[in-house]
């Protein structure tokens, strides 16, 4: 998760007016965040032996269908994307699969595009339970970071006129979705491009650094004269 920075530049029942959070932005002015929501769905078979299929529930083969429509929902509802990165299931080759657990994440602008791809697995899930009679699948929520939506403020548009910034959606989640909830204007700036994110040689130009620092102490000094 990126590293969260917050300056309390007034006070009102002491909940800060402005957040500044640090994140992958390559020195942009980032106004909103996708959203973050981890599911974990564990399924229950029977197992058997390999020879005869057909006596037990293989819940590889439900985990694979659930991987498939998690698949085929990503960027189907308004620019919401869906990705299952963690599966297992499986004791040996010759026995069928009596569990199966996989994770998928959801990341959207709005929590209602979040809400309405759940549904549709959910509902998903009832047929497959319907299909598969005597399996057993569960769904729980792991993870939610809530996504940062842009707000109309005049503090905002006061940093973009006054440092002439770049402003763009930040894809990834987060802290400054929490941060909006607290109350107050909420907005991310920083270094490094998430596009080399959770990659092996991942690295920061050291330009962007002192760029950064600079431009960095400039905002506060600007937010606290406000």
Partial sequence: MP???FFKIEYALDVPSTFLTNILSL??????SKSCY???????GKGCHSSAPQNGINANYIAARIVLFVEKLNMKINNTSLSCNIINGGEKV??????AKLVFDIRSPYANFAEKAISKIKQFISRLQT???GCKISITKTLEIPALEKRKSKTID????????KEKEFRG??????????GGDAFMFGVGDLNLAHKPNEFVEIDQLKTYNQKLMQMIDFLCKQ
């Fill in 38 to 44: 981890e599911y974990q769905v564990e399924i229950v």
């Fill in 94 to 99: 010759n026995i069928v699969s009596s569990s």
């Fill in 3 to 5: 590293l969260c920075n």
């Fill in 27 to 32: 020195l942009s002015f980032c106004l909103s």
């Fill in 131 to 133: 299909k598969y009679k």
């Fill in 158 to 165: 006061k940093i973009i006129c006054q440092f002439a910034l």
């Fill in 173 to 182: 989640g987060c802290e400054a979705g929490y941060l909006q909830q607290v």
